[in-house]
């Protein structure tokens, strides 16, 4: 459905990485977005629903799928957040350990878009629990919170998302890359 504007994205980044999520259900869907040119494809509520989809992906594509797992409380939603499931989020991730997927973005949704800053204990926890590189996600307001992310690092934190910040100038990428680069 947005297959044009994704190919434009891509486009324009020159090279840049791109990671695309967002209602992605089938190999199909996954194939079509790696045929646009995007390097990874972030597959979530499949991954809940369908596990043996993700493993399918990430044996045909081995390192380009990311399972996203979007949570509350520990609890992991799916459907765009609408619906809130039993599952863990410890227990969801584990099940990919042995697939090959590149990486787990973890998002507190009571976080997200927020700016009051990530779950970086939950986080921590997660990627200490499990052999899959994690990138946080959701509530990042400010250069200090993508600075304290640098610290997990060296504990399975393989990134973080900055998103609304960004919009609000909140995050400035040049600072904080120079940041980063110092620290």
């Known amino acids: ?14 090279g840049l990485p791109v990671q695309l999520g967002g209602g992605i259900r089938s190999i199909d869907a996954v ?7 995007v390097d990874r494809v972030i597959l979530g509520t499949v991954a809940l629903r369908d596990p ?17 797992i979007d ?22 991730a584990r099940r990919f350990e042995d697939a090959g997927v590149a990486a787990i973005v973890y998002t507190d949704i009571a976080r997200d878009g927020m700016l009051s800053g990530p779950n970086f204990e939950a986080t921590a926890a997660l ?29 399975g934190v393989a990134g973080a998302i900055v998103g609304r910040a960004l919009y609000t100038g909140a995050v400035d990428v040049g ?9």
């Not at 043996?52 to 996203?68: D, N, Q, T, Y």
């Not at 409380?73 to 410890?90: H, I």
């Open 175 to 183: 600072r904080t890359l120079e940041k980063l680069a110092c620290s």
């Open 127 to 155: 990627a200490d629990a499990i052999d899959i590189p994690v990138i946080l996600s959701g509530g990042i307001g400010s250069e200090d919170d993508v600075l304290r992310a640098a610290q997990y690092l060296g504990r």
């Open 71 to 92: 949570a509350r409380d520990g609890r992991v939603a799916v459907e765009g957040w609408l619906e809130a499931s039993d599952a863990r989020v410890g227990d969801v």
């Open 31 to 37: 194939e079509e977005a790696l045929a646009l040119g």
């Open 52 to 68: 043996a989809l993700v493993r399918e992906a990430a044996k045909r594509h081995p390192r380009r799928i990311v399972v996203g």
């Open 1 to 14: 459905m947005n297959s044009a504007a994704v190919a434009r994205i891509v486009a324009a980044v020159g």
